[in-house]
């Protein structure tokens, strides 16, 4: 197994959301994204080409999208399809949330708590795991060299990593345990905040704020 890093995006997946809240559900699936346009599977109908502001359904209408995500508006509520990943419309029962605000390049920081010491995590949908650089490791106490050895492909080549399971990471008022995570030893200089951890939460963005909300 490979891990993408930041600039290593999947080119295909499928993102379904779930319509529980909806008298008739709507489960539309990802597997296409370009500016302004998303490749969509409605309701296990074959895929088909929407533009920004076409209706996907009665209730769902296409309002954003780029090459990392779509965003619909499903009964007047908004819901972020990230490539890659589930996305639940029915409310999480756990109530954890967090807001994040982008920077003015329109990137999304994490103030995070790993093992109890504070670091700075980027939002990057397109990694599969969190990923952190070796001499962040080190400093958060991580023995990364007792993990599962691996490669990655990154912009330099590949490069040696290693897996392994955090024990405790926490961002605001959401907490996870044991959450896997890569350790780079080269060509990564900014610790990433990846599916392993996005994978457990709603993801909502309006404007320059994205909410992450505790699913399980």
Not at 5 to 13: C, E, R
Not at 76 to 89: A, D
Not at 131 to 138: G, H, I, N, S
Request: aromatic content about 4%; proline content about 4%.
């Amino acid at each position: 197994m490979r891990l993408p890093v930041k600039i290593l995006k999947l080119l295909i997946a499928v993102c379904l959301v779930t319509g529980t809240a909806l008298a008739h559900a709507t489960d539309i699936g990802v597997v296409g994204l370009f500016p302004g346009k998303a490749i969509l599977v409605v309701d296990g109908a074959s895929p088909k080409t929407y533009t920004v502001g076409s209706n996907i359904s009665s209730d769902a209408k296409l309002v954003d999208a780029d090459r990392e995500s779509a965003t619909v508006l499903i009964n007047g509520k908004r819901q972020v399809l990230v490539m890659g990943r589930t996305v639940h419309r029915s409310a999480p029962s756990s109530g954890s949330s967090v807001v994040l605000r982008a920077d003015d390049r329109g990137h999304f920081t994490a103030p995070a708590m790993i093992n109890g010491i504070s670091i700075s995590m980027l939002v990057d949908t397109g990694a599969s795991l969190i990923a952190l650089p070796a001499t962040e490791a080190t400093r958060l106490g991580i023995n990364y060299k007792q993990g599962t050895p691996n490669s990655a492909d990154t912009a330099g080549g590949v490069v040696k990593t290693y897996h392994v399971k955090l024990d405790k990471i926490k961002i605001g008022d959401v907490e996870l345990y044991q959450v896997d995570a890569s350790i780079l030893e080269q060509g990564l200089t900014t610790p990433l905040l990846g599916m392993s951890f996005l994978n457990r939460m709603d993801m909502r963005r309006e404007g320059d704020q994205m909410t992450l909300t505790k699913r399980y």
